[in-house]
């Protein structure tokens, strides 16, 4: 009924024969039939185009009847004449307004936008209360019959749409913080680049370059090596010598190592942190090792070692290190030593110490290898 009303109501022509008017024509243009025509031109002659509120009425209908498996309703519990009155009133004051505020309105109608129903409550309406003063009574008057008809809430309504809103803006707003702290981070990362730049020109071009001194990568064999390549032929003797080198695992091949520049700019960012804190030095030399590097640095005129002794934990906070071991007097040399860790720790492995030609050349009784 619903569908049927719907296509009555749209495909209403003035030429079919109807309630308010007769017609010569044999061909009937409305889809629902001679029926669909005179149905149609009453309900838009009685209400104009409020007419199309009946058909929410019969959809309403179905919905109310609709049943769950369970033999549970899907739609509130409130009474239907509750509803059914909502309705009356929705379809009156939507009449009336159509009447009062949409006479402009483009569309075929068997009378004028409201129907006969609408401008009589537009009369009686606008003689008592004035054209503003009964807008908003039929405004009113729809919004409360609309809330009867359909149970929708204009608190929960206005809570939604307010919600929305600020939810819209909120993400806006997020988005524009978003590409603002983008363009911002991408100004501040080219200054930063550039400063980073003219920090390390300032820093490396302004000195005479370090003395690096390479780090030993082949460590010389002591003659015990190629002794015990020939394997004991008897080795289960009671007075068996020393346990072979061969017991221990080889270091790897491959070892990792700071280069130059590394060495290079690491010494003069020292030199620039204890300026810094006031204390004046210069780097003359790096010893890079497996576990540490050690920077030879000669104090300036009036520069206590204390001084950059008590600097060890700030010096090393300010190269984001764990720890500095300051070498406070180097044997044979007038300068101190900072030791410092590298980034990736190379394992020293037992065997290359005792098999070291250093270790072999030790006379004393008892060698240990640390």
Same mark, same amino acid.
């Given at each position: 009924?619903?569908?049927?009303?719907?296509?009555?109501?749209?495909?209403?022509?003035?030429?079919?024969?109807?309630?308010?008017?007769?017609?010569?024509?044999?061909?009937?243009?409305?889809?629902?039939?001679?029926?669909?025509?005179?149905?149609?031109?009453?309900?838009?002659?009685?209400?104009?185009?409020?007419?199309?509120?009946?058909?929410?009425?019969?959809?309403?209908?179905?919905?109310?009847?609709?049943?769950?498996?369970?033999?549970?309703?899907?739609?509130?519990?409130?009474?239907?004449?509750?509803?059914?009155?909502?309705?009356?009133?929705?379809?009156?004051?939507?009449?009336?307004?159509?009447?009062?505020?949409?006479?402009?309105?483009?569309?075929?109608?068997?009378?004028?936008?409201?129907?006969?129903?609408?401008?009589?409550?537009?009369?009686?309406?606008?003689?008592?209360?004035?054209?503003?003063?009964?807008?908003?009574?039929?405004?009113?008057? /729809?919004?409360?019959?609309?809330?009867?008809?359909?149970?929708?809430?204009?608190?929960?309504?206005?809570?939604?749409?307010?919600?929305?809103?600020?939810?819209?803006?909120?993400?806006?707003?997020?988005?524009?913080?978003?590409?603002?702290?983008?363009?911002?981070?991408?100004?501040?990362?080219?200054?930063?680049?550039?400063?980073?730049?003219?920090?390390?020109?300032?820093?490396?071009?302004?000195?005479?370059?370090?003395?690096?001194?390479?780090?030993?990568?082949?460590?010389?064999?002591?003659?015990?090596?190629?002794?015990?390549?020939?394997?004991?032929?008897?080795?289960?003797?009671?007075?068996?010598?020393?346990?072979?080198?061969?017991?221990?695992?080889?270091?790897?091949?491959?070892?990792?190592?700071?280069?130059?520049?590394?060495?290079?700019?690491?010494?003069?960012?020292?030199?620039?942190?204890?300026?810094?804190?006031?204390?004046?030095?210069?780097?003359?030399?790096?010893?890079?090792?497996?576990?540490?590097?050690?920077?030879?640095?000669?104090?300036?005129?009036?520069?206590?070692?204390?001084?950059?002794?008590?600097?060890?934990?700030?010096?090393?906070?300010?190269?984001?290190?764990?720890?500095?071991?300051?070498?406070?007097?180097?044997?044979?040399?007038? /300068?101190?030593?900072?030791?410092?860790?590298?980034?990736?720790?190379?394992?020293?492995?037992?065997?290359?110490?005792?098999?070291?030609?250093?270790?072999?050349?030790?006379?004393?009784?008892?060698?240990?290898?640390?």
């Amino acid at each position: 009924m619903a569908i049927y009303l719907a296509l009555a109501l749209i495909t209403f022509d003035r030429a079919d024969p109807g309630w308010s008017h007769s017609s010569a024509s044999l061909e009937i243009g409305n889809s629902g039939g001679r029926a669909g025509a005179w149905l149609a031109d009453i309900l838009l002659y009685l209400f104009g185009v409020s007419a199309y509120w009946w058909v929410l009425l019969l959809v309403y209908a179905v919905i109310w009847g609709y049943r769950r498996l369970d033999g549970s309703s899907i739609s509130d519990r409130r009474p239907f004449l509750v509803v059914l009155a909502g309705f009356v009133l929705l379809l009156v004051s939507s009449s009336g307004f159509e009447a009062l505020r949409l006479q402009s309105l483009k569309v075929a109608l068997p009378l004028a936008p409201g129907g006969m129903i609408g401008s009589v409550v537009e009369q009686a309406l606008r003689a008592n209360f004035g054209f503003i003063g009964a807008t908003l009574l039929l405004l009113t008057l /729809c919004a409360i019959g609309l809330s009867l008809f359909t149970g929708v809430s204009w608190l929960r309504v206005a809570e939604v749409v307010g919600a929305a809103l600020e939810g819209s803006f909120n993400f806006a707003r997020g988005r524009w913080d978003d590409w603002q702290d983008r363009k911002a981070g991408e100004i501040a990362a080219v200054e930063r680049e550039a400063i980073v730049e003219a920090k390390k020109v300032e820093l490396i071009d302004e000195h005479e370059p370090i003395r690096i001194e390479p780090a030993i990568a082949d460590i010389p064999k002591s003659a015990r090596v190629q002794k015990e390549k020939q394997v004991p032929l008897f080795q289960d003797l009671p007075d068996t010598p020393l346990p072979p080198l061969k017991l221990l695992d080889e270091a790897p091949a491959g070892t990792e190592t700071l280069s130059a520049e590394t060495l290079e700019y690491t010494s003069r960012l020292i030199e620039k942190k204890l300026g810094d804190f006031g204390v004046q030095v210069r780097v003359l030399a790096a010893y890079p090792g497996p576990v540490i590097t050690r920077y030879e640095v000669e104090p300036a005129v009036g520069v206590k070692g204390s001084q950059i002794m008590s600097l060890a934990k700030d010096l090393a906070r300010a190269l984001s290190v764990v720890s500095i071991r300051v070498v406070e007097t180097i044997p044979g040399k007038s /300068c101190m030593g900072l030791e410092i860790p590298n980034p990736h720790r190379q394992t020293v492995r037992l065997s290359e110490i005792l098999s070291s030609q250093t270790y072999h050349d030790l006379h004393a009784p008892l060698s240990l290898g640390l």
